[in-house]
Antibody
Framework: QVQLQESGPGLLKPSQTLSLTCTVS??????????WGWVRQHPGTGLEWIGH???????TSNPSLQNRLSMSLDTSNNQFSLSLTAVTATDTAVYYC??????????????WGQGTTVTVSS | EIVLTQSPGTLSLSPGERATLSCRAS???????LAWYQQRPGQAPRLLIF???VRATGIPDRFSGSGSGTDFTLTISRLETEDFAVYYC?????????FGQGTKVEIK
C-alpha cells in the first residue's frame, strides 16, 4: 500500500522559509509512471496547485509562487521536498503532497497525503 | 488562467437520489484533461474521475463523468451516505493547473 506523509513546521513567522518533506512508502519516486507534487488549501476554501516534479524530467510550478518556490526529489531517502521563501500570512494553509499519474501526459493526482497545517503568524 | 466555476454551490439531496454537479471552464480544456475529487470533512481529497470520464481505481460505478470543451458534469446515480461531501473539479490541460471552488453535497 502506497502512502505519502508530509512533515514540517506547523508555525512560521513572516519572512521565514517554509520547508516541507513528503516521505513516500510502498513506491519509488524514481518510477517513470508517477510524478510528485504539492497542493495547498487555504482555511475554509478551495484547492491551489503549487507544483510538481518528475524523476525523469524537470519540475513545473504555479507562476504565482515560482519566484519563491523550489522543489526537489531525494532518491536516497525516497522523499520529495518543497521550499517556499519569504512566507506571509497568505501562505497559511493545509499543504498536501500528492502523486500524479505520468501517462501520455501528466495526468490527475491519484494519491494524496493526509495534509499538514502551516500557519504563518508573528 | 482557466477559471473553473462549479455549480451549484450546495446541493441538498436525500440518500438514493441522483446528483448532478457542473463544472464550467472559462476556456476550452485541452483534450478534456479534467478530473473530479471528493473531499470528506477532515480528510484529504480523493480522486474520483480523470480525463473527464475515467473512473479511478476502486471508485464505484455510481460515479460518472462527462463533458467536453468548457462544460463538464459529475453524476452520482444514487447517493449513498458516504457520498455527502465536497466535490472539486480540476483542469490540467493548460500550463497553470486550476481547481473549481467546490460543490457541497449535503443531506436534505
Amino acid at each position: 500500500q502506497v502512502q505519502l506523509q508530509e512533515s514540517g513546521p506547523g508555525l512560521l513567522k513572516p519572512s521565514q522559509t517554509l520547508s516541507l518533506t513528503c516521505t513516500v512508502s510502498g513506491a519509488s519516486i524514481t518510477s517513470l509512471q508517477y510524478y510528485w507534487g504539492w497542493v495547498r488549501q487555504h482555511p475554509g476554501t478551495g484547492l491551489e496547485w503549487i507544483g510538481h516534479a518528475y524523476y525523469a524530467g524537470s519540475s513545473t510550478s504555479n507562476p504565482s509562487l515560482q519566484n519563491r518556490l523550489s522543489m526537489s526529489l531525494d532518491t536516497s531517502n525516497n522523499q520529495f521536498s518543497l521550499s517556499l521563501t519569504a512566507v506571509t500570512a497568505t501562505d497559511t494553509a493545509v499543504y498536501y503532497c500528492v502523486r500524479g499519474m505520468a501517462r501520455q501526459v501528466f495526468d490527475a493526482f491519484d494519491l494524496w497525503g493526509q495534509g499538514t497545517t502551516v500557519t504563518v503568524s508573528s | 488562467e482557466i477559471v473553473l466555476t462549479q455549480s451549484p454551490g450546495t446541493l441538498s439531496l436525500s440518500p438514493g437520489e441522483r446528483a448532478t454537479l457542473s463544472c464550467r471552464a472559462s476556456q476550452s480544456v485541452l483534450r478534456s484533461y479534467l478530473a473530479w475529487y471528493q473531499q470528506r470533512p477532515g480528510q484529504a481529497p480523493r480522486l474520483l474521475i480523470f480525463s473527464t470520464s475515467v473512473r479511478a481505481t476502486g471508485i464505484p460505478d455510481r460515479f460518472s463523468g462527462s463533458g467536453s470543451g468548457t462544460d463538464f458534469t459529475l453524476t452520482i446515480s444514487r447517493l449513498e451516505t458516504e457520498d455527502f461531501a465536497v466535490y472539486y473539479c480540476q483542469q490540467y490541460g493548460s500550463p497553470l493547473w486550476t481547481f473549481g471552488q467546490g460543490t457541497k453535497v449535503e443531506i436534505k
